[in-house]
């Protein structure tokens, strides 16, 4: 090999590969793959068209299909070599008369290597020599020709001529190694080759003869027998005449193995049947305390006795974090049901934490297979062989078989019973769904345990004496603990060694180490958080164990893909197999579709590594990573949601990947799941010194905020990056800060307050020269002044406002001040005037396609038109702003609305319509505004009571 950029080579012993240059190239699609395969199982003979629409399609080829097979070829001639012009002849793969065809030899592809090499293999006079080179030969293959069954469910006659001349060349081998005394060196060939043609007689007597030639006689006599079964289960048949001779030569061998005889525990004897047997008892001692999990356990016994899915499920699976009691709770279930597997309980800590001393299933096997009375001598040494034996021993038991710390479906697979009867119960913080998918098991999810059962289980530690005593102290350790059972044994066993302690000073220690996990030290290793925890870190690749340890920086309650990939400044698809591993660990949980977290104590446990490994420098970045990734996705959701918040467009950022949503509903959806996360991920940027970029978060949150009526956070936070801006001596953060808290103290029914912070804000941007934020500050000003009764100073605010915005050619503000302008004009006695100005907003409104405002226009003046009694014209400006704000999905207009459409049939004496228009608007709701519930509620009373005029 090369390693020239020209240099190709190819490979369809086994699935379909090539390289170019030295480095392996993706073939492309399924189809793709087919067409070469089949180019390279002719192995330079030509291959028609026909052919290949049979091999895709078989009788139904589309009418395509010829067009299909030739953009293959030609995605095919540019992948081999990605400089070939359009329609030039290829190097490797031609076309002509007879069809397309591969020009290949034997050092470019391994087909013609692997018959290179056979005929040098029987032209040699050495029988050593020969063996060697078949050996190499044999070696070369990966599997069957193209990996056929992954790609087609048919047999393809080109890949089972391959694979047929494959075995010929295995049963070569082998007939000149058995009496050349090389049987070990084809052993390996033979058993992978036994493994893909299990019903290929020729194949497997060979290997019975290889396995009794190196002394593993019981092995090849298993292997018989599971023979035997297979041909007569699947064909009907007994074994053929070569397969035959071939047992009985390894009979006539002796049957001792080359391993020692293995101590068997004690046998018992039948005393009906004279037969010797063994009822092992092998389950771990339940805890003398168990408390809790009443729902895991019923729900558990209801799958295991058929009363959830229609039929007893034989196989439960336990998954959850570290921690969280699953063995305990798998332990507990044995012993609720042991009585009903009277042929023993088996068990087996899997180990699969630990990937270099992982049990493998056939040392699981053989420890089974001892435990229920198997010799040693009798048990097989390959696993197939001691996989059916394994399976024949259990066929006639019932057993419980409890199967601990799996890592995955594949190691629990070769352990299960092939015949119903017995239980397995398998606990891991994998998941293992593909447990559930082939063989029908049951899964059960643990969470942390709620507050009532913590408690129980905290109390039956350290007594109820003292927990009555201390219930407050109880509660703070339960909070702490975060409901995760192990933190609570551990915390009680630590009260309990200090007697002379009160609970309140075991919860004042957790508190003091709030955020680290010295409050929860164990000697032992089994009950040691950091080393419980550490078994799943360990298992992590690099790059998932560096996401691991970043997660530390994120504030948030949940996090999402995207901001775990700016976490660590890789794309998505780079950091998604690291978050995969993070979530099949365990480490990550997901809590709500598409959104994961880590317990409180495992993101402590991150916290301690991030601070141990990674340099402070490279904390710093990746925090910015992702304070800038929030910002930048903030700002695109608010496109959609405010456009007119002039808040700055985030700078490009290397490692950012950008969230931008595609329409309202999603920009809606994204700040909706995103409101934990933004409010601490705003904090956490004033508390880094981050002053301007948390300002200009909370610029990017308030629009969504106002329209769903979230205006308590809102103060919250504004006021917390008032403080920030203020400190840090930024006069535009600061003015912005004030005007924005104005906004929410405005909603709040604080027009006092409001009034104050906007004339506070209104000098700062005089000072600053910023003729649009004065524009619109001032336009607020009028509003307030409007709420608190002052409608000549509202007139004068707007108009000052609107004459800046003129000037400066603003329209959105423009349209903007004289929607609120109309109201005050109403109420200084001027209606004509009031509905001319709104009639001019909503016409500006509509030329600026801003569907949010022209809803604003249609509540106030469907308002007016109430209050006018012109109720046909104010019921079509009602029903006109609910269409628009369920079009944007603006909760609070959804809201004013309805109560309006009710308000209007309310006037006209419909009370179903009134009513039903209320219902609605209180099933929409404002948690946020319950002065608005309670006017609602208001309404209803009046309207059942039967009294009260029009509510305007």
């Known amino acids: 090999m090369t390693g020239a950029q020209g240099d190709v080579r190819f490979a369809v012993l086994g699935a379909v590969e090539v390289w170019r240059g030295g480095q392996p190239v993706d073939p492309g699609s399924r189809q ?46 540019r992948l081999f070599e990605p400089g070939l012009r359009p329609r030039s002849p290829g190097r490797w793969l031609v076309g002509d008369a007879a069809g397309y065809r591969m020009v290949v030899d034997a050092g470019q592809l391994d087909l013609l290597k692997l018959r290179s090499l056979a005929q040098r293999a029987r032209a040699a006079d050495d029988p050593a020599e020969a063996v060697a080179t078949y050996v190499e030969a044999l070696e070369l293959s990966r599997g069957p020709c193209a990996g056929a069954p992954a790609l087609v469910s048919r047999p393809v006659a080109d890949f089972e001529a391959v694979d ?19 049987a070990r060196a084809v052993l390996p060939i033979l058993r992978r080759v036994a493994r893909h043609r299990s019903l290929d007689e020729a194949v497997q007597a060979r290997l019975l003869l290889t396995l009794s030639a190196v002394g593993q006689q019981a092995e090849a006599i ?62 771990l001692p339940d805890l003398p305390h168990f408390t809790g999990r009443g729902d895991s356990l019923r729900r558990a016994l209801a799958l295991i006795h058929g009363r959830t899915a229609g039929s007893p499920v034989r196989i439960v699976l336990i ?95 070769p352990l299960l019973p092939g015949a119903p009867g017995s239980l397995v119960l398998v606990t891991s913080r994998y998941s293992l769904a593909g447990l559930a998918a082939t063989h029908g098991a049951g899964v059960l999810a643990l969470d942390v345990l709620p507050d009532d059962e913590a408690r129980e289980l905290l109390t039956s530690r350290v007594g109820p004496v003292g927990a009555r005593a201390d219930r407050q102290a109880l509660d703070e350790i339960v909070r702490l603990c975060g409901g995760l059972p192990l933190a609570l044994a551990v915390v009680g066993a630590r009260a309990l060694a200090r007697p002379g302690f009160r609970l309140s000073a075991v919860a004042g220690e957790l508190h003091e180490t709030q955020g680290s996990l010295d409050g929860f030290d164990s000697d032992d290793p089994e009950s040691d958080l950091r ?96 304070l800038k990734y929030y910002r930048c996705a903030a700002y695109h959701a608010n496109l959609f949601i405010n456009p007119d918040i002039s808040a700055d467009p985030p700078a490009e950022h290397d490692g950012i990947v950008v969230h931008a949503p595609r329409s309202d509903k999603e920009a809606a959806d994204w700040f909706a799941d995103e409101r934990g996360e933004l409010k601490a991920i705003l904090r956490q940027a004033n508390d880094r010194g981050r002053v301007y970029d948390a300002w200009q978060l909370e610029l990017t949150v308030q629009g969504f905020y106002q329209r769903e009526g979230w205006w308590h956070d809102w103060a919250i936070l504004v006021r917390e990056c008032l403080d ?85 050619c603003d329209r959105t503000v423009q349209a903007d001040v004289l929607c609120r302008l109309a109201d005050a004009q109403y109420e200084l006695g001027r209606p004509a005037l009031s509905f001319e100005t709104l009639d001019r907003a909503l016409a500006m409104s509509e030329q600026l396609a801003d569907v949010v405002r022209r809803c604003e226009c249609h509540l106030r003046r469907a308002d007016l038109f109430l209050r006018e009694r012109r109720y046909a014209e ?11 704000s369920e079009a944007v999905g603006h909760r609070v207009h959804a809201v004013r609305a309805r109560v309006g459409l009710g308000d209007v049939a309310h006037a006209m004496n419909d009370q179903p319509a009134a009513r039903t228009a209320w219902l609605e608007a209180l099933a929409l709701g404002n948690d946020s505004d319950p002065s608005q519930e309670e006017r609602i509620r208001r309404r209803l009373a009046e309207l059942y009571r039967g009294v009260g005029g029009a509510a305007a």
């Open 164 to 182: 047929n001349e494959y075995a010929d060349l295995v049963r070569e081998a082998a007939d000149l190694a058995l009496p050349a005394g090389a």
């Open 32 to 77: 793709q793959r087919l067409i070469l395969a089949l180019l390279l199982a002719r192995a330079g003979r030509p291959v028609g068209l026909a052919d290949f629409v049979t091999l895709l399609w078989e009788e139904r080829p589309p009418r395509s299909a010829a067009n299909i097979v030739h953009l293959h070829m030609g995605r095919l001639r």
């Open 319 to 413: 998954e959850g974090i570290p921690g969280v009691g699953k063995t305990s709770l798998a332990t507990h279930l044995a012993y609720r049901v042991a009585d009903e597997f009277p042929d023993g309980q088996l068990y087996a800590d899997l180990r699969g934490l630990d990937p270099e001393a992982a049990l493998t299933p056939g040392e699981v096997q053989q420890a089974f297979l001892h435990a229920l009375g198997v010799r040693g001598p009798d048990i097989p040494q390959s696993d197939v062989a001691r996989s059916g034996h394994y399976r024949s021993v259990l066929a006639e038991r019932r057993v419980l078989i409890m199967l601990d710390n799996a890592r995955d479906a594949d190691q629990v697979r």
């Open 531 to 626: 080393a419980i925890f550490s078994w799943s870190y360990r298992g992590l690749s690099p790059s998932a164990a560096r996401l691991f340890r970043l997660l530390a920086l994120h504030p948030g309650p949940d996090v999402t893909l995207p901001a775990v990939a700016s976490l660590g400044g890789l794309s998505v698809r780079d950091a998604r197999a690291g978050f995969d591993e993070l979530v099949r660990s365990r480490l990550l949980t997901e809590r709500r579709p598409g959104r994961y977290g880590a317990h409180d104590l495992i993101a402590a446990y991150a916290r301690e590594l991030m601070l141990d490994s990674d340099p402070e420098e490279e904390r710093e970045a990746a925090a910015d990573r992702l």
């Open 222 to 283: 298993a292997l018989y027998q599971e023979l035997r079964g297979r041909l007569s289960d699947e064909l009907g048949i007994g074994p053929g005449r070569e397969l035959q001779d071939a047992y009985r030569t390894v009979l006539s061998s002796g049957v001792s193995g080359t391993d020692g005889p293995a101590e068997a525990p004690p046998y018992d004897e039948d005393p009906s049947t004279g037969e010797f047997f063994v009822r092992p008892a092998q389950l």
């Open 724 to 808: 920030a801006a203020v400190g840090a001596g930024d006069s535009a953060g600061a003015a912005e800060m004030l005007r924005s808290l104005a906004g929410a103290q405005f909603y709040l029914g604080d027009g006092t307050s409001a009034l104050a912070l906007l004339e506070r804000a209104l000098v700062i941007f005089a000072e600053l020269g910023n003729t649009s934020r004065e524009a619109l500050t001032l336009r607020n000003l009028g509003e307030v002044s409007f709420m608190v009764g002052d409608y000549e100073r509202s007139v004068a605010c707007h108009h000052q406002a609107l004459d800046m915005a003129e000037a400066i």
């Open 874 to 884: 104010s019921l079509a400006d009602w029903n006109a702003a609910r269409e628009l």
